[in-house]
């Protein structure tokens, strides 16, 4: 009887301690889980989505934008460009690019310490702007898309005379000396920009200023198509460049909404603003052609389509709705006015036009995200940053990746056509690169 009641006391004493160790465990649990939080998988989720949308950007997107535009004989060269081009990128940003762009040690300017991913496993995390984490493997891969897309968008300004060749070479250089040093400049914590305060929630300097100067650089150093600009040299199909614009515009809604990293109220601001910016700039675009004493044409509506999204990148989620409405009316116009009107001035032989989209539309949005940034605009920046201090910062961050690009795109330039040539021979560029450098035609009639 003793004995019994000695256990009865025991179990008692024991099951009364058991709220105390219940409570013990989970205090464990959640200093655990503060100490290294787990990725929400909602958010994952749209990132994983929002980078599939990035791709579609690329492929078919761009190459069926980009292809379009060129001449029948050189539509299969431009669209294997674009992929082969975004491929390489891929594999770079693997190797080296991530670790450069926004490896674990660094300076103002580049990163280093994760070659090869060999420092990341499906349980690490990378912060977003709140409290919140993703799997680093999700943001790796949704920069990476970032990257291969900037590379592609250069090939707009050299197509239909650039070897093959040389297009890689040229790409596998400027993405190291090029890119991955102004993506962490600008995005990356300590980057020079970054520290500066320097506006730019989804690529208007990394991307869009970045790839429209290369553009222009390459497109210099390797010289006019054969023939520009006395030669006609129209779009073989503007239906094709339509489909790609479709394509583009419904994929950047993961470039843009997707660069807020989480599906929040700034993710459905910057979305909003993909929406009325684009439709903005495309109504514009053929207004300007209407007041010039031109027709409303489907080349220009879609040409504007592009120069509202490269205009409100940088603003997407630092602006209010009808802020990013101005914003895409005013670059629409301004680009339109660089294509039509100083290009053919100039005589530079920007094929496609990637620096007069990309490249000024992409000045114009980083410089207006200082201005539509304020709350007296719908921003919603809190006021404490006046506004000319704000588009100061900004117009220093154009003025660097203007000129880092420049400059380093001419040395890739430069290097690719020592090692290649360039460019292929006259006969070869009159024959079509389809078929000097692929043996195929895209058509077969």
């Known amino acids: ?24 465990a989970a205090e464990a649990v959640a200093e655990t ?37 060129t001449r029948t004989k ?19 940003w693997v190797i080296y690019g991530y670790s450069t762009a926004f490896g674990p040690e660094g300076n103002a300017f580049f990163s280093w310490g994760n070659l090869f991913l060999a420092q990341t496993t499906p349980d690490s995390t990378a912060a977003t702007f709140s409290d919140e984490v993703i799997s680093e493997y999700v943001f790796i891969s949704f ?64 991307v869009h200023i970045n790839a429209g100067v290369s553009a222009l650089v390459a497109a210099m150093i390797f010289g006019k198509r054969t023939g520009y600009p006395t030669e006609p040299m129209p779009p073989h199909s503007l239906t ?18 997707g660069s807020e990293l989480e599906a929040d109220g700034t993710a459905g601001l910057a979305m909003i603003n993909t929406f009325v910016a684009t439709a903005s700039a495309g109504l514009f ?8 004493g031109r027709k409303g044409s489907a080349l220009g509506f879609c040409s504007g389509i592009i120069a509202g999204l490269v205009a409100v990148t940088p603003a997407a989620g630092n602006s209010g709705p009808f802020g990013a409405i101005c914003l895409g009316a005013i670059a629409s116009i301004v680009c339109f006015i660089c294509v039509a009107k100083l290009k053919p001035k100039l005589g530079y032989d920007d094929s496609l036009d990637a620096f007069g989209i990309h490249g000024i539309g992409g000045i114009v949005g980083a410089i207006g995200t200082g201005i539509v940034y304020q709350p007296m605009f719908g921003g919603p ?32 330039a430069f290097i690719a056509k020592a090692v290649t040539g360039g460019r292929v021979s006259e006969e070869a560029e009159r024959e079509g690169l389809d078929l000097a450098e692929h043996g195929e035609r895209a058509y077969n009639y």
Not at 38 to 65: H, R, S
């Open 33 to 69: 889980a503060a100490a290294d939080p787990v990725p929400n998988p909602g958010n994952n989720a749209w990132m994983m989505t929002a980078t599939i949308l990035v791709l579609l950007m690329i492929l078919p997107g761009l190459a069926l934008f980009y292809g379009g535009l």
């Open 143 to 206: 920069q990476m898309t970032f990257a291969a897309i900037t590379a592609a968008l250069v090939l707009g300004g050299i197509v239909e005379r650039t070897k093959f060749a040389a297009v890689m070479v040229f790409t596998i250089i400027w993405l190291t000396i090029v890119y991955f040093p102004i993506a962490h400049m600008v995005w990356a914590g300590g980057g020079y920009l970054f520290e500066m305060g320097a506006l730019d929630f989804a690529g208007g300097t990394v």
């Open 74 to 92: 050189n539509m299969l060269s431009t669209m294997t460009q674009v992929g082969a081009v975004a491929a390489v990128a891929m594999l770079i």
């Open 381 to 412: 920046g809190d006021g404490s940053t006046a506004m000319g201090a704000q588009v100061w910062v900004q117009i220093v961050a154009v003025a660097v990746a203007i000129g880092w690009a420049a400059a380093g795109s001419a040395i890739a």
């Open 285 to 292: 675009w053929m207004l300007a052609e209407a007041v010039t």
């Open 240 to 257: 094709m460049t339509m489909i790609g614009t479709g394509l583009l515009w419904v994929g950047w809604f993961g470039f843009n909404a």
């Open 1 to 24: 009887m003793r004995i019994l009641t000695k256990l009865t006391a025991a179990g008692i004493t024991a099951f009364a301690a058991a709220p105390a160790w219940a409570q013990e």
